[in-house]
C-alpha cells in the first residue's frame, strides 16, 4: 500500500471529486483524510450536493483496506478558513503528507514523486514544499526539478513543522518588515512591493477571507523557505467550470492543462534557486527588455521611499 498520508479538501462538487478520488484510490492508500466544508445557510442545492459528496467518499473506500478519517464540518467556512481547518486537522495528525483539493486530478507518478521528494528532503532544513503543478510548459532544467522560492496550490505534499504558525489575518505582520524580507529573498523590489499591497489588502480584509494560498506564500516567505517544481506537469485543474468558486468558465490557460510521467527521477546535485524561472514564470514578470525592466525598478524604487 502507499504509505504517505493523503488528505482530500472537499465541498459541494461530486462530479470533480469522484473523478479525482478514482485516481488516488488507485495508488491505493494506507491513510486517506476527507475535509469537507458545510453547506452555507440556507442553500438547499449545496446541502443536496454536499451529502452526494459523502457517498461519493463512502462508495470509493468501502470495502478497500484504505482507513478512511473523516472531518465533515457542520457550518461553511469559506474558501479561505475551511482549507486552513482541513490542513491543520491533518498536520495535527500526520508528520508528512500530501494535500489535494478535489478539482486536482493526477498523473499516476504524483503520488510516488511526492513520496520520494518527501523522504529525501525530510531532514533538510531548507525545503518546506513540493509542488506539482506547472503553468508554464516546462522548468527549465536538466534533472527531473528544480527549486524556486514560489509555490503553486491545489495538490502538493510538505510536513507538519512548515504548516505550524501558518497565519490567515496576518494581524501581526509588519508589511514594511515583510517587504524588506521579500526583496532580500527575491533580488526584486517590484515583487516585494506587489506583497507589500497584498499584506495590506489582507490585512484590511476583516469580514471574511475568501482565499488562502496568498498568506502560504507569505508565510513560507516568512520561512524563508525553498520550494521543489517538477520538471513536468503532474497534475491537472477539472475545475474551470460553472461549479468553481474562483475558477469559473474563464479558463485562462490553467485548467486541464495535459500531466505527464516524471520517473525516473534524476536528482539536482545541488539547492540552487533559478532566479530567472521565479521572476519571469511565477512572478509573471512581463519579458520586455532591460530598459523596460529599469524602468520598472526605478518606479518602485521611488514608490517605496516615498511610502517609507
Known sequence: MYTTPILLITFNRPRHTQRVLE????????????????????????????????????????????????????????????PMTGISWFFDNVEQGIVMEDDCLAH????????????????NPQVMFINSTLYNN???????YGFSRYMVTGAWASWREVWQGFDLDLHTLNA?????????????????????YKVKEIQRDQSKKSYWDYQMQIHLFRKDAITIHPKVNL????????????????????????IYGIFPLIHPNEIKIDWRQDSYYWAKKPTKGWLNDWAHLCYHIIKWKNRR
Open 23 to 82: 485516481v488516488i484510490m488507485q495508488a491505493k492508500p494506507k491513510d486517506l483524510y476527507v475535509f469537507q466544508d458545510g453547506a452555507r445557510d440556507g442553500n438547499e442545492n449545496d446541502a443536496i450536493r454536499c451529502k452526494a459528496v459523502r457517498e461519493v467518499v463512502k462508495t470509493l473506500t468501502d470495502n478497500t483496506a484504505t482507513v478512511l478519517h473523516t472531518n465533515y464540518s457542520s457550518k461553511n467556512l469559506g474558501c479561505g478558513a475551511g
Open 108 to 123: 499516476p507518478d504524483f503520488f510516488g514523486y511526492c513520496e520520494e521528494m518527501l523522504q529525501r528532503y525530510k531532514d
Open 138 to 144: 516546462r522548468w527549465q532544467c536538466r534533472e527531473s
Open 176 to 196: 514594511n518588515a515583510f517587504f524588506r524580507h521579500v526583496n532580500k529573498l527575491t533580488h526584486n523590489v517590484a515583487e516585494a512591493e506587489w506583497w507589500w
Open 235 to 258: 497534475v491537472s485543474n477539472i475545475g474551470f467550470d460553472t461549479e468553481g468558486t474562483h475558477t469559473l468558465n474563464n479558463n485562462d490557460g490553467r485548467g486541464d492543462r495535459p
